[in-house]
T-cell receptor, first 114, second 111 residues
Framework: NAGVTQTPKFRILKIGQSMTLQCAQD?????MYWYRQDPGMGLKLIYY???????DKGEVPNGYNVSRSTTEDFPLRLELAAPSQTSVYFC?????????????FGEGSRLTVL | DQQVKQNSPSLSVQEGRISILNCDYT??????FLWYKKYPAEGPTFLIS?????DKNEDGRFTVFLNKSAKHLSLHIVPSQPGDSAVYFC??????????FGAGTTVTVRA
């Protein structure tokens, strides 16, 4: 079972570059999420989606964009990378809403912006 | 503003003994609480949850206790095993279903 798959696992960007973190799930979950985890902090929600074609901002959306063209895929786009975006990014999915059921997480993508 | 706080960044316990992880929250509207476990280089995985209508939920070696008046919950692991060495995140949600996570507690189980 693949579950939630994230690519790449590691990436180094220069300031001002752009990139897309890919996320795919094979559990037919409607709900998908992007979190970031900074050292010594809990996970912060960046964006989420309740179904194909529907996305919404989370707690820390600035500097990011998302799209949800299919149920399976939920890519996160970083435009004009900044050192403050150095973090570990987790994609997750769930059958029901975020706070009422179990989230299934990917393995994470470690991004460094220099 | 951290609404969920795990004030102990780390915990070391001997194999076979009890591990007690603590979590405090400030939002009285939270009514559902979860614990996630995370190994290095992996994503968090769901461990156990409790709703505000209960004060205890048990699943094998893991028990979560909720004290609503104190806005406090704890996770007990009995007996602790080497495979329990991981980071444990406390999370909470209210009627908006948005999750707030604590910063995590790193548990090390000594042989």
């Amino acid at each position: 079972n693949a579950g939630v798959t994230q690519t790449p696992k590691f990436r180094i960007l220069k300031i001002g570059q752009s990139m897309t973190l890919q996320c795919a799930q094979d559990m037919n979950h409607n709900y998908m999420y992007w979190y970031r985890q900074d050292p010594g902090m809990g996970l912060k929600l960046i964006y989420y989606s309740v179904g194909a074609g529907i996305t919404d901002k989370g707690e820390v959306p600035n500097g990011y964009n998302v799209s949800r063209s299919t149920t399976e895929d939920f890519p996160l786009r970083l435009e004009l990378a900044a050192p403050s975006q150095t973090s570990v990014y987790f994609c997750a999915s769930s059958y029901s809403t975020e706070g009422s059921g179990e989230l299934f997480f990917g393995e994470g993508s470690r991004l460094t912006v220099l | 503003d951290q609404q969920v706080k795990q004030n102990s960044p780390s915990l070391s316990v001997q194999e076979g003994r009890i591990s007690i992880l603590n979590c405090d929250y400030t939002n009285s509207m939270f009514d559902y609480f979860l614990w996630y476990k995370k190994y290095p280089a992996e994503g968090p995985t769901f461990l156990i949850s409790i709703s505000s209508i209960k004060d205890k939920n048990e699943d094998g070696r893991f028990t979560v206790f909720l004290n609503k008046s104190a806005k406090h919950l704890s996770l007990h692991i009995v007996p602790s095993q080497p495979g329990d060495s991981a980071v444990y995140f406390c999370a909470a949600s209210g009627d908006d279903y948005k999750l707030s996570f604590g910063a995590g507690t790193t548990v090390t189980v000594r042989a």
